[in-house]
């Protein structure tokens, strides 16, 4: 799956961040991402 515009934002920012957004919008996947992204 290739991430949303708004989605790769979240995933690169250094920032706190909050998403707030409608089930099945991509949350869960866009956490784990990040997560993945952290532990490289």
């Given at each position: 799956?290739?991430?949303?515009?708004?989605?790769?934002?979240?995933?690169?920012?250094?920032?706190?961040?909050?998403?707030?957004?409608?089930?099945?919008?991509?949350?869960t996947t866009t956490l784990s991402?990040?997560?993945?992204?952290?532990?490289?």
């Open positions: 799956m290739k991430p949303s515009q708004e989605q790769d934002e979240i995933i690169h920012s250094d920032k706190n961040t909050i998403v707030i957004s409608n089930p099945g919008t991509g949350k991402l990040k997560v993945n992204l952290l532990q490289i």
